[in-house]
């Protein structure tokens, strides 16, 4: 089964020296290593900060477009890592051990399965 491991970061708990967020880098490169040796990774990105992103909503027919995040809060969505796992138990011993589990948390959602009709 699919799953979808979203990191949240909270900046109060993010490295704050360049060598900090030096070793957090190269455990992040680790755990990819790690679940590429595992058979367990799919895809799996880095975001950029909030400040970076616009949000569109429609509503009425309307398209409202807003610069930044789509809520305010104190942890936001970092990245994520998209884990072929056989179970929830197998993606959340993964998932814990995501660097990003020490600065916020790592929310482990199972992608939904659709089969679309085939194409003509």
């Known amino acids: 089964m699919d799953y979808i491991c979203l990191i949240y ?8 020296t360049d060598a900090d967020r030096q070793k957090m880098f190269m455990e992040y490169m680790q755990f990819s290593q790690d679940v590429h040796a595992g058979g367990v990774f799919v895809a799996g990105n880095p975001l950029q900060p909030p400040d970076n992103a616009t949000t569109v909503r429609v509503r009425k027919g309307e398209q409202l477009v807003t610069d930044g995040p789509f809520t305010e809060t104190k942890e936001w ?3 994520y890592y998209h884990l072929k796992c056989a ?4 993606a959340l011993k993964w998932a814990a051990k995501i660097p990003g589990a020490k600065y916020g948390s ?8 659709i089969n679309a009709p085939a194409a003509p």
């Open 106 to 113: 790592i929310e482990v959602r199972p992608v939904m399965e």
């Open 77 to 79: 969505l970092g990245g």
């Open 87 to 90: 179970n929830l138990d197998e």
């Open 9 to 16: 970061n909270d900046n109060a708990l993010m490295p704050k």
